[in-house]
């Protein structure tokens, strides 16, 4: 009954749930927005509501809130209560900023969020005393109840959930897309749960390619060790995307069939020059992801094909990569414009470059002519000058409600700058009019 529906889009943390499964021989959980979880994804996991926490007296984290007046109507407390308890039961190492990151998918609209930070930072406090495994000492703490203790006995027993591949049903990933769009129509309809699939969800490398399971999330991504070793700024821009709990369902797979032109992981696997297997009755085939698109949310694909895997070469230690994204708000919010740059030098001359950008025409664009045009160019103004032209070239953005043509064709324009500036910090990119006449 805790458990409230607000937005009903993953949008204001209400619903908020905790997930656990046992990974790895160890239980771990995670909150998401059960808004748009599809109810297949939670079998055989430990689903935990506001309920499943509280015992007689308040826990500590429900003190902290009380203490700090961090409720008045209490709509959006039980949402806030799940995700940072599910904080206090992860692993991560505490810390206020990071107790703040585990409740952004969380909305309040009467208390302010001062006081809920002082709560957060209550918590926090608390936690740093912490020397044994985070779920002992919860429970040691009153932080959740101590049958959480018997949790992995009890999903030992319920086993593993028969998914019965049914080839022709819907292909459903995360959810955060398909049931935002047909919530009551999805409840009708056969349904293939990817995310129960473990051969979808493995990162892999071998040397210095990538092969990455269709349905691993967005946070299994953000955790990654191949990608944080091959990306320098992998957490920044994995905060860019939507919130903890969008991301802890969201799959890599469903951003790319779900085909919006602004997808940010699109536009990043986009200048990664990735590849997607797509599997129909056991037969594979291999697609470049920028010929996927067709056009606007036509794919050049058959309904049946799932993709089983997202395969691309990681970034040398020499590359330069750089994702960026300007949307109306900093968090929880879609791309207006966004873009992705890859490059290699050698001697001072650029030599191979990949550049796309989202928001600034029918489908997720790579920009070929671009990318080709920066071979053997020296790393210069008067490039980025040329570079800028050519852009402008190879798009064609219309105005909606995320902005004006015009105006993405400048935020575009500020985006391959900023690029630059990552890239070549002495190079004095500010003096170039970024949409010249
Ligand atoms: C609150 C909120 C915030 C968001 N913020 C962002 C954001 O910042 N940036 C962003 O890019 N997106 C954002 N999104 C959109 C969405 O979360 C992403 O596009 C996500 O990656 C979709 O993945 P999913 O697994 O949840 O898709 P699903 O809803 O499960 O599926 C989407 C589509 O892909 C198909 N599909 C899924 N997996 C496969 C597969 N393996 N093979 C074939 N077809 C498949 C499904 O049939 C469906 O057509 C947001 C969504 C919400 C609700
Ligand atoms: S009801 Fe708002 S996120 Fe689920
Ligand atoms: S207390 Fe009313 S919405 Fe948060």
């Known amino acids: 009954m805790g458990t409230k529906i607000g937005c009903r889009e993953g949008d204001c943390g209400a619903c908020t749930v905790l997930v656990g499964e046992t990974v790895n021989e160890k239980l771990s959980y995670h909150s998401v927005t059960s808004c748009l979880m599809p109810l297949g994804n939670a079998a055989g996991k430990h689903i935990v509501t ?12 429900q ?21 940072l308890t599910g904080y206090c039961i992860s692993e991560k190492t505490p810390g206020y900023h990071s107790a703040i990151d585990a409740m952004n998918g969380n909305i309040c609209r009467c208390t302010g969020y001062k006081s809920i930070e002082r709560a957060a930072k209550t918590i926090t406090d608390n936690l740093q005393q912490r020397k044994q495994p985070a779920l002992d000492y919860a429970i040691a703490q009153k932080i959740v109840p101590a049958y959480f203790r018997d949790i992995p006995k009890r999903l030992e027993l319920l086993g593993t959930p028969i998914n019965e591949k049914n080839e022709v049903a819907r292909k459903m990933g995360g959810g955060t897309d398909l049931y935002v769009q047909q919530h009551d129509r999805l409840h009708h309809e056969d349904l293939n749960f990817l995310r ?35 990306f320098a700024n992998w957490d920044h821009y994995i905060k860019l995307v939507s919130s903890t709990q ?11 069939i779900n085909a919006s032109p602004i997808g940010d992981f699109t536009i990043l696997f986009l200048a990664l020059q990735a590849q997607i297997k797509l599997n129909h009755a056991g037969a594979d085939r291999i697609l470049p992801l920028q010929q996927l698109y067709l056009g606007y949310k036509k794919l050049n694909k058959e309904p049946e094909e799932i993709i089983t895997e997202i395969i691309f070469k990681l970034p040398g230690r020499n590359d330069l990569f750089n994702f960026e994204k300007v949307s109306k708000r900093t968090h929880l919010d879609i791309a207006s414009v966004n873009s992705a740059m890859h490059i290699q030098m050698n001697a001072g001359k650029i030599v191979y470059a990949a550049l796309s950008a989202g928001g600034v025409g029918p489908v997720p664009a790579y920009l070929s002519k671009s990318s080709d045009f920066l071979k053997d160019k020296e790393a210069s103004i008067d490039t980025l000058r040329a570079l800028l032209k050519m852009v402008q070239s190879e798009i064609s953005p219309i105005s909606d409600a995320r902005g004006q043509a015009d105006y993405k064709r400048l935020l575009l324009a500020q985006l391959v700058k900023a690029h630059f500036i990552t890239f070549f910090p002495g190079l004095p990119v500010d003096k170039i009019v970024a949409l010249p006449a």
Do not use: W
Not at 246 to 256: L, Q, S
């Open 50 to 61: 506001i309920e499943g926490i509280n015992a007689h007296d308040l826990t500590p984290v």
């Open 63 to 83: 003190e902290a809130f009380a203490n700090e007046g961090a409720t008045q109507c209490g709509f959006c407390t039980p949402g806030f209560i799940v995700s």
């Open 196 to 230: 129960q699939d473990d051969e979808l969800n493995k990162i892999t490398r071998l040397q210095d390619t990538c092969y990455m399971g269709a349905a691993v999330t967005v946070s299994q991504l953000a955790e990654s060790a191949v990608f944080k070793n091959a």
């Open 246 to 256: 969008i991301r802890n369902m969201a799959t890599v797979a469903g951003n790319f």
